[in-house]
């Protein structure tokens, strides 16, 4: 009979790693992840009472650590359902957590951004007409107001029918003018124009992959507002140079057909 060897031990989770309270919690051992959780509170708060002490009476250092500090604290003592925004990043604290939904991406971090697409593609693709970041984490169907308006405004058109997803419900406009997908259309253009809702989908997807859309690297609220409308403005670009890429190379298959014809023709 063969001697076959035991296998090696695996190495135990130390207590009080960076996921040692969640793990716990998930394991339904509560008692330990308090523990834990509170072992964690207490690196910060030697930290900040010690910075506190070095920086007492120097008007120029509390000034400077005054928001750091704040920040520190406001991570350390905020609850779960506190009214106050919860600080979700330190060196981004306008971030805030939006619920997705969805079994693979439950949760996103950053701020919610409204998108106003045509209907029908035009010659180059689809175009983006407005684009927004909006704070405060609003219902969707309280944005759409303020992104019609401002649509119309920018393109200095009024537009004949609007067409939004589900999470538009309660939006308070003109109900036969505003369509949510899944509402049935007593007309067939409106039927099939409802069912191209959702062509906005890719052009977001590509805004967040190509135009960095889901990644901004500029600072503060307005930093977001700024990335968003950079990233339309560079989706709008690039399909503008695609769409004269291939004018420019049917052009040139035009002129390399005639100068082949010239040069067949007999002397």
């Known amino acids: 009979m063969g001697h076959r060897p035991s296998p090696e031990p695996r190495p135990r989770r130390q207590?009080?790693?960076?996921?040692?309270?969640?793990?716990?919690?998930?394991?339904?051992?509560?008692?330990?992840?308090?523990?834990?959780?509170r072992r964690l509170k207490t690196y910060p708060g030697r930290v900040i009472r010690d910075i506190r002490r070095k920086i007492a009476g120097n008007e120029a250092l509390t000034d400077a650590f005054k928001r750091p500090l704040w920040l520190a604290e406001r991570v350390m003592t905020q609850q779960r359902r506190d009214p106050l925004p919860k600080v979700y990043s330190l060196h981004a604290p306008e971030v805030e957590c939006i619920g997705?939904?969805?079994a693979a991406k439950p949760y996103e971090f950053g701020c919610k951004v409204t998108v106003t697409t045509t209907n029908r593609p035009a010659a180059g693709g689809h175009f983006v007409l407005h684009i927004d970041a909006r704070h405060g984490n609003p219902y969707d169907g309280y944005t759409l107001k303020?992104?019609?308006e401002a649509t119309e405004a920018w393109t200095g058109v009024t537009a004949r029918r609007i067409y939004v997803d589900k999470g538009?419900?309660?939006?308070?406009?003109?109900?036969?003018?505003?369509?949510?997908?899944?509402n049935k259309?007593?007309?067939n253009a409106i039927r099939r124009e409802l069912r191209r809702r959702s062509a906005i989908e890719p052009v977001i997807g590509h805004m967040k992959n190509d135009g960095l859309l889901g990644r901004n690297f500029l600072k503060g609220?307005?930093?977001?507002r700024i990335n968003a409308i950079l990233c339309g403005a560079g989706h709008n670009f690039r399909l503008l140079l695609r769409w004269l890429r291939l004018l420019l190379?049917?052009?040139?298959?035009?002129?390399?057909a005639e100068r082949h014809n010239l040069n067949a023709q007999p002397v």
Do not use: C
Not at 249 to 256: E, F, G, H, K, T
């Open 185 to 187: 259309a007593p007309t």
């Open 249 to 256: 190379s049917m052009i040139r298959a035009v002129l390399r």
């Open 15 to 37: 207590a009080g790693g960076d996921e040692a309270g969640p793990l716990h919690a998930h394991a339904k051992q509560f008692n330990r992840a308090r523990r834990e959780l």
């Open 146 to 148: 303020a992104a019609v």
């Open 221 to 224: 609220k307005s930093g977001d």
């Open 168 to 182: 538009y419900r309660g939006h308070g406009l003109d109900r036969f003018k505003v369509w949510i997908s899944g």
């Open 100 to 102: 997705k939904g969805k």
